[in-house]
């Protein structure tokens, strides 16, 4: 059973940025692709980002493209996403998830409880 936990939230201004982290055990972290998910007030769930197990193939929602990086350091059993010119509509509740490589929320079995991204106009 892999547990994950996401860290790095917070409150920032519009055209600031954060990097959140999204940090696993209990299983062997390598063999996940990690997906990133965010759910605004009042909305679905929607795909951020992903990348692979090796870390070599990543796929970006449009709304992000351009300003978010995802990444991920095997050795420490972590995954990043920078998310840099935030914008107010950027503000949601930011989920990590293991699973396999695809955009759809399906495809991850293993999530943590969020962490809060608040970006303020």
């Known amino acids: 059973q892999v547990q994950v936990l996401e860290s790095g939230g917070g409150l920032v201004q519009a055209g600031g940025s954060l990097r959140l982290s999204c940090a696993a055990s209990?299983?062997?972290?390598?063999?996940?692709?990690l997906g990133w998910f965010r759910q605004a007030p009042g909305q679905e769930r929607e795909f951020v980002a992903t990348?692979?197990?090796?870390?070599?193939?990543?796929r970006y929602a449009d709304s992000v493209k351009g300003r978010f990086t995802v990444s991920r350091d095997n050795a420490k059993n972590t995954a990043y996403l920078q998310m840099n010119s935030l914008k107010p509509e950027d503000t949601a509740v930011y989920y990590c998830?293991?699973?396999?490589?695809?955009?759809?929320?399906?495809?991850?079995?293993?999530w943590g409880q969020g962490t809060q991204v608040t970006v303020s106009s």
């Open positions: 998830a293991a699973g396999s490589y695809d955009h759809e929320q399906r495809s991850y079995a293993y």
């Open positions: 990348i692979s197990s090796g870390g070599r193939v990543t």
């Open positions: 209990g299983g062997t972290f390598s063999r996940y692709a």
